[in-house]
């Protein structure tokens, strides 16, 4: 039953962007399929929980250069275990940005990913099924970079091309101009 409020946030989601339909119900048939979803040692790959943040303009997005795949991204991480993917998207931008003044602009999900991870090390290649928020930033704008991270930047959100051409990058970018 761990799973309910996920699968509950997919089908909304579905309803909402039904042009991302296929992503969405793979996503969901993964979530009914492994129990064990939320945990990073499940082989075929697990849930993570990202966060899109704006500035308080909403003119701008604060991406991570993230340490172990040396690409920008958006802050997030692994659910650990907890099925409340919110919150794990709230805490992986607290522990990579410092930031405290971030409000969920929304509590339905803002886009959906899956993405492969390549082998490292140990750890075979896997896929992580993202979950992102979008959250705004409502106080001050300051970050501390990580030690997950080799540099964090406010970029405009017209200039992302110049740190990603990644393709769902892009589409939160125009999801996230339209609510302005």
């Not at 499940?42 to 899109?52: D, I, P």
């Not at 990913?113 to 490292?120: E, K, L, S």
């Amino acid at each position: 039953m761990h799973r309910q409020t996920l699968i509950a946030l997919l089908d909304r989601y579905v309803t909402r962007y039904p042009s991302e339909a296929d992503t969405a119900l793979r996503f969901r048939d993964f979530v009914i399929r492994n129990p064990g979803c939320f945990e990073r040692h499940l082989a075929e790959g697990h849930v993570t929980g990202s966060a899109w943040i704006v500035d308080s303009t909403g003119e701008r997005t604060l991406l991570t250069h993230h340490r172990k795949l040396n690409i920008w991204l958006q802050p997030g991480g692994h659910a650990d275990g907890d099925p409340d993917v919110l919150a794990v998207a709230r805490r992986e931008c607290f522990e990579e940005t410092g930031l405290t003044d971030i409000v969920a602009v929304s509590e339905e999900i803002f886009d959906l990913d899956i993405h492969g991870i390549p082998a490292r090390k140990e750890i075979p290649g896997h896929y992580h099924y993202d979950v992102r928020f979008l959250f705004r930033v409502v106080g001050d704008h300051e970050f501390v970079v990580s030690e997950e991270s080799h540099d964090l930047a406010w970029v405009p959100l017209e200039k992302l091309e110049d740190y990603t051409t990644e393709w769902s990058m892009r589409r939160m970018r125009e999801k996230a101009l339209g609510v302005r």
